[in-house]
């Protein structure tokens, strides 16, 4: 049903695999490890634009509080009225709300047809998309530090103590970047409104730096290591675009809107 989403994706870690292990050689574990970080690199930058277009989406649409505060006042008892003067007042500002979400959107297919085909790869399977029966057998002999990128801490048996040495290492990255990223994100957001609108943010903004990390360890035991290896790039990525592509767009956004 997602196919649209599975083979681009295992396509271009086929490309980035074949890249490496022309390298490193065709069985090599550090191979598929840097087929996977340069995958979700790659994905990430083809967001670049949609994400530089939902910060400043995120960054205007704060500035319009005290205006869509007072639609709101103006018009509590109707909520036509309410829709009419927030559509009028987007039109004006320039600000798209669909810019808000096409990142989260990508970002979630991306996780999606990943995870998919990191899970694909099954003993027995004759072929994973676009990668043949060698190419899953060498999948699932890769290996990390002794522990294979398909294993899981959940179901890791007597190779237990290999599969934590990697997977709660990467589970505790993930989690601890994943606070950072919500952390340096938070801080930059302008003081929340008082009100409804307000307690929304303030809520959300304990749930992403707090909630969301422990959730990355909850989860983590039952994630292959190919997959905490995802999220750990993932998040490493995000903390550094948000300070690089932040310090670029913020004086924009102050131009326009003052």
């Known amino acids: 049903m997602l196919d649209f989403i ?4 295992s396509a271009v870690l086929w490309l980035w695999h074949t890249a490496f292990a022309s390298v490193l050689g065709a069985n090599s574990g550090p191979a598929w490890v840097l087929a996977i970080v340069f995958l979700v690199m790659t994905l ?26 007072e639609i709101k006042r103006k018009h509590a008892g ?28 990508g970002q979630t297919l991306v996780f999606i047809g990943l995870y998919h085909v990191l899970r694909s790869f099954q003993p027995g399977h004759t072929e994973n998309y676009v990668f043949n029966a060698d190419q899953v057998q060498s999948f699932l002999h890769a290996e990390l530090f002794g522990a294979p990128l398909a294993a899981t801490l959940s179901t890791a048996g007597s190779s237990f103590g290999t599969v ?34 307000g307690s929304q943010v303030r809520i959300m903004n304990t749930l992403s730096q707090w909630v969301f990390p422990v959730g990355a360890l909850l989860v983590g035991p039952v994630m292959p290591i190919a997959i905490l ?30």
């Open 6 to 9: 599975y083979y681009p994706v």
């Open 44 to 69: 990430r930058a083809l967001l670049i634009r949609p994400y530089i277009a939902q910060l400043r989406f995120s960054r205007a649409l704060a500035e319009m509080q005290p205006q869509i505060q």
């Open 78 to 105: 109707d909520r036509e009225k309410q829709a009419l003067a927030m559509q009028r007042l987007q039109k004006e500002s320039g600000v798209n709300v669909m810019t808000g979400f096409l990142p989260i959107i």
């Open 164 to 197: 934590a040495a990697v997977a709660i290492p990467l589970m505790v990255i993930a989690a601890v970047a994943t606070h950072f990223t919500a952390r340096a994100a938070v801080a930059r957001q302008p003081q929340p409104a008082e009100g409804a609108a």
């Open 229 to 258: 290896l995802y999220f750990v790039t993932q998040n490493a990525w995000t903390f550094g675009q948000q300070h690089l592509v932040a310090a670029r767009v913020d004086p924009q956004v102050a131009e326009t809107t003052a």
